[in-house]
Nanobody, 121 residues
Framework: QVQLVESGGGLVQAGGSLRLSCAAS????????MGWFRQAPGKEREFVATSWSGRFTKYADSVKGRFTISRDNAKNTLYLQMSSLKPDDTAVYYCAAGVVFGTSGGSYDYWGQGTQVTVSS
């Protein structure tokens, strides 16, 4: 079955950096749209970034210029490099896989369990 396993979360000070990873199995990774979403306490899940075929990407305005999504199709792994982190970036970050290049969570068919990112001020 499809599995998406996130890693790399943790506690970081404002202005710092983190790299999240998402290891995928059970699906033709290179053919799938892969995205990152996040959910902060008391808030709805929101789109962060998405990648299709390694050439096409979209970002939420709130992370544009600070976060970079990338993928290694040979390793079936998705990454999210996060820089200049802010306390508002604190959330559980989820990896998702789908076949539609979209920013809505409903566009994605498979989800990971999430990894916590906490940014202290």
């Amino acid at each position: 079955q499809v599995q998406l396993v996130e890693s790399g979360g943790g506690l970081v000070q404002a202005g710092g950096s983190l790299r999240l990873s998402c290891a995928a199995s059970g699906l033709p990774f290179s053919s799938y749209v892969m995205g990152w979403f996040r959910q902060a306490p008391g808030k709805e899940r929101e789109f962060v970034a998405t990648s299709w075929s390694g050439r096409f990407t979209k970002y939420a305005d709130s992370v544009k210029g600070r976060f970079t999504i990338s993928r290694d199709n040979a390793k079936n792994t998705l990454y999210l490099q996060m820089s200049s982190l802010k306390p508002d970036d604190t959330a559980v970050y989820y990896c998702a896989a789908g076949v539609v290049f979209g920013t809505s969570g409903g566009s994605y068919d498979y989800w990971g369990q999430g990894t916590q990112v906490t940014v202290s001020s």
